[in-house]
């Protein structure tokens, strides 16, 4: 007889938003799936790029008030106290923003940091 785990063992999860307030219900389900992951047990990062990395920055978080939806700053806060959040180095650099204006524990990288995370062993990519 197998032995089942009591608690489901998942792999990790990348999800890359590349939207934000212009496409509110894309960017919510990306926030969404994101905080459903962490409380189902399963390790997230979340990559921001283009206009999403505003979701990052002190103070500029669009909230995309939808109806039904859980409020973005609820989603974000889920993601960023047991997730990661990760900022694409050249859409910071193209907004000049720095470390010092993102989030707490929110981080830059770059492309090649994003390919070593998603080819990882069993990680799943998603990407709104």
């Not at 990661?84 to 907004?95: E, F, G, H, K, L």
Request: aromatic letters at 6%.
């Amino acid at each position: 007889m197998v032995a089942v785990p009591s608690t489901p063992s998942f792999r990790p999860v990348a999800i890359k938003i590349t939207c934000g307030a212009e496409a509110a219900e894309r960017a919510n389900q990306a926030w969404t799936v994101a905080a459903t992951a962490i409380a189902s047990g399963a390790e997230v990062t979340v990559w921001l790029t283009g206009e999403a990395v505003w979701f990052a920055v002190v103070g500029r978080q669009p909230d995309l008030e939808l109806q039904h939806a859980t409020p973005t700053p609820e989603l974000i806060e889920a993601v960023r106290s047991s997730g990661r959040i990760v900022v694409c180095t050249q859409c910071a650099a193209r907004r000049e923003l720095t470390l010092g204006d993102l989030i707490e524990g929110a981080t830059i990288a770059g492309a090649a940091t994003f390919v070593e995370a998603v080819l990882g062993p069993q990680t799943q990519a998603l990407v709104y």
